[in-house]
């Protein structure tokens, strides 16, 4: 069941209220003409006020149940965690900092089937890359699948997967970039996801990057203090958070794994884009009712944009702020994660609270 806008049920809750009060007084007024006009009133409007009442309180319990996603077991020292290949092809050596990694963190890594195969960019056919995605997620001993990198794929794999084991025994999902295609297919099921830093990028990432991956895998508290930014718009809002790479979440629009963005966090970046691009996929989500109804917004790198021979004359940040700027709503811009050297891990589904200000904005996770 789709949430309706909160602009609908805000005008439900003040309709029933009128309602009410109608009802009250009529009921309350005790001379004969009223007396009439009471079992008229009565007569003909009860089924109307239970209609009303009824929509509201179905709206509160389907509110209710979008906020509960489900949490997967945060990894302990001696599990077992799958890096494999959804999309761009990955070769084995460039893996060895990442398992040295993980065994320094008492984890046991197993190296997928899709690692080290060549099908032009990808790494093995549609059907090879789904089959080793589904094998660590059906083995009960896996307890997260890391994807070794992004590139173009995950979506042409993601409709071949069987995810009943997986709902038995639900288990972490981290990546970014055109992972996003499993984060929003994640979140549209009711399953919590990592957007973090993936293994290709281990040895040149930023400690900081590797630390709040762990921190996330282990179920340690995750918050950030982010310094200010020009643009940032101020405001406080808490919801769940969502999102992922612009241009993927733009192509999801319409499918089965897009994403309900009422009254959420969107986390939204991108790399090597065109700045109209950028615009054409904000407008997107404005037109199709996105930006009206989420709570506020986090901005992380919008990396290596293009330009054409005629300038677009606003950059990606200045686009965001040019499409969002009737939205009551707080922004913050130049959050690290993303196409950035420190790309820290968000745990997408989760409730956050973002406090934007004038000298340290916060991002909480609850």
Known sequence: ???????????????????????????????????TIRFSFIKNNTVFYKWLILIFVLQAINSQAQTTM?????????????????ARKNVDDNLKPTIKLLKSWGLEVVIGSTIGLDNNQLAGTDEQRASDFQHQMDNPN??????????????????????????QNPKWIVGFSDVTVLHNHLNAMGYKSIHGTMPVSIATTAPESIESLRIALFGEKLSYEID?????RFGKATGELVGGNL??????????????????????????E????IDRMMMNLKRNGCLESIKGIIVGGMTR????????GKNANEIVQDITQKYNIPILYNFPAGHVHDNRAL?????????????CSTVVFE
Request: net charge neutral; with cysteine.
């Open 1 to 35: 069941m789709k949430s309706v806008s909160a602009t609908f049920k805000s005008e439900c809750l003040e309709l029933l209220l009128l309602f009410h009060l109608c009802f009250v007084y009529i009921c309350s007024t005790k001379t004969k003409t009223m007396n």
């Open 70 to 86: 489900i949490t997967p077991p945060y990894l302990q020292k001696g599990d077992t965690i799958a890096i494999v290949a959804t």
């Open 142 to 167: 896996i307890k997260a699948i890391w994807c070794a990198r992004g590139g173009y794929g995950t979506v042409r794999m993601i409709d071949l997967l069987d995810f009943t084991k997986f709902k």
């Open 228 to 232: 200010p930014f020009p643009m940032n």
């Open 247 to 272: 241009s993927i979440l733009y192509s999801l629009f319409g499918s089965k794994s897009a994403i309900d963005c009422t009254d959420k966090i969107l986390f939204i970046e991108d790399l090597d």
């Open 274 to 277: 065109y700045l109209y691009h």
């Open 305 to 312: 944009m293009k330009d054409n021979d005629i300038p677009w």
């Open 347 to 359: 745990i997408m589904g989760n409730i956050v609270s973002m406090d934007v200000n004038e000298n």
